[in-house]
């Protein structure tokens, strides 16, 4: 992500993709250091990241549930920060477009856990044993490495 000036349009943040890059254009006069001009930056970002991650983060989540002979009701992308993925009772599985910022080997994780909520829709040992195995057996240090990493975006 970039963060360029432009002396255009005052009061808005332009934004456009090259290739994996996004560039977000801010107004000369805007203070970054305001609340509002964060939340502003903030929001735009949110939005450029649901739009890649239907592109991006539905096909990788289809290709896992592929590799590992599951087939979901659905997939749908969501914009939670706490809740990062979701199994639906009718077993759609939403994923938030927050994992856009995630490294893939996190994204997947969540991928997983979400996954193994098609065979158990609860936290007990059995899940984690499936979406342990899912994980190839690094279910706690993915769950250890997803604890510790800091959202560039503010809420």
Sequence with gaps: MVIESQNRMPGYILNHWDCDTLHLQVHESANLDDDNVKRTISSVIGRAMEVQA??????????????????????????????????????????????????????RYIICHELAHLTHLNHSPQFHALCDRYCNGQEKELERQLRQFRFPIIK
């Excluded at 749908?76 to 994923?95: F, N, P, S, W, Y």
């Excluded at 994992?99 to 994204?107: H, Q």
């Design 54 to 107: 239907h592109a991006v983060l539905l096909p990788l989540a289809r290709q896992v549930a592929d590799e590992l002979g599951l087939m979901p009701a659905g997939f749908e992308v969501g914009r939670g920060m706490r809740k990062l993925g979701h199994c639906t009772a009718k077993k759609v599985i939403q994923l938030s477009r927050n994992l856009m910022f995630l490294p893939e080997e996190l994204v």
